[in-house]
Nanobody
């Protein structure tokens, strides 16, 4: 089993920045593709960003493209989400997720992820 622990959420004004971190347990972190998802009250969980095990390929949801950047440091078993130019509509609980790299299909497909963190709250004020 893989344990994921998120950190870095908080309150920020519109136009500001935050960096989220997700630390994974175990020594096989490099065998997993990683994703970030978010869920606002009353809405479905939506795809934010994903990164291949090697860090060489990244993917973004349309609503965050150009503003958010996903990265990973396999030596530290950690994935990051740098969020710039935040907007009030970015307010949500952000979740880190992991899936084995051999799994095929869209990175936005929620059921393809086997492991999830506890979530961290991001609130953007206007």
């Amino acid at each position: 089993q893989v344990q994921l622990v998120e950190s870095g959420g908080g309150l920020v004004q519109a136009g500001g920045s935050l960096r989220l971190s997700c630390a994974a347990s175990g020594r096989t972190f490099g065998s997993y593709d990683m994703g970030w998802f978010r869920q606002a009250p009353g809405k479905e969980r939506e795809f934010v960003a994903a990164i291949r095990w090697s860090g060489g390929s990244t993917y973004y949801g349309d609503s965050v493209k150009g503003r958010f950047t996903i990265s990973r440091d396999n030596a530290k078993n950690t994935v990051y989400l740098q969020m710039n130019n935040l907007k009030p509509e970015d307010t949500a609980v952000y979740y880190c997720a992991a899936r084995r790299t051999y799994i095929s299909g869209s990175y936005s497909n929620i059921p393809s992820y086997d492991y999830w963190g506890q979530g961290t709250q991001v609130t953007v004020s206007s």
